[in-house]
């Protein structure tokens, strides 16, 4: 089973999107290539022309990295917009990154609007048809494309219900489950519990880490998450996909050494992988 982890700015601070020119995105890969991984999720993608992700799509290819998946944006930041247009629009791009790059799945926060949120003052209902209005042509396109939507989990048990429904309503091979541990970690969803009820639909992950307290986006294993739960979780549900690791390139209210943190994601992911997935 691959290994994977998303692509983090090798040339310090992460300023914006934008600072993920091509030549950023290259020297990423192959930071990640001299660890050992051997698939990716480009974190910032979604701003590039479509000339500019063939041009990365080569070189992941070329230094044996699968680009396997991509993380949606919008003008702003992880939400695709605000509005219904402008959140179609942002996801059809990403798409079309996705496609240019040689990728097969593009990660999205719901509700739109909201991100990984799911506020107490808005209704469910209405905000899950806005979703669906938004989403129905976006899972047309991604059919077309040959590529799948995986929608993301939040903290809370609420949110990742209301993902599932999303899904099913959706009801659309094209679309699944992102999994995100450090997420499901910091809320009363839990890890291994969130792998399970994403079961058949896991379509990718985010393997992170942290102590319950902060998102921190730590290696796997270096924070309080319980990974022989989460791996037996993912051998349960037959998860035989591309293990990917979210980790961070900001990480201003702790010690931090993304070289390090690299190799520590590859070799205890490498590690539970080996112990329980065989």
Known sequence: MKIGCNTLYPFGELQNSASFTVEALKAALDKLQRVGYEATEYSHACH?????????????????IESWSVHAEGPVDFRPGTGIEDSQASLRHCLDVCAALGGKVVVVHAPCRWGLLLPEDVSVEEEMARDLRILEPICERAQELGLELA???GH?????????????????PHVGICVDTGH??????GAARAVRLAGSKLYTTHLQDNIGQVDDHMPPGQGTIDWPQVFAALREVGYHRPLILELTDRAKHRPYDQDLELRQGWENTRRFALAYLG
């Open 156 to 172: 809370d048990l609420a949110h990742m219900e209301y993902v599932l429904q999303l899904v099913e309503r959706l009801s659309s």
């Open 184 to 189: 499901a970690h910091l809320g009363d969803l």
């Open 151 to 153: 929608l993301e989990n």
């Open 48 to 64: 590039l022309s479509l000339d500019e992700a063939c041009l990365v799509g080569e070189y992941a290819r070329a230094r044996g």
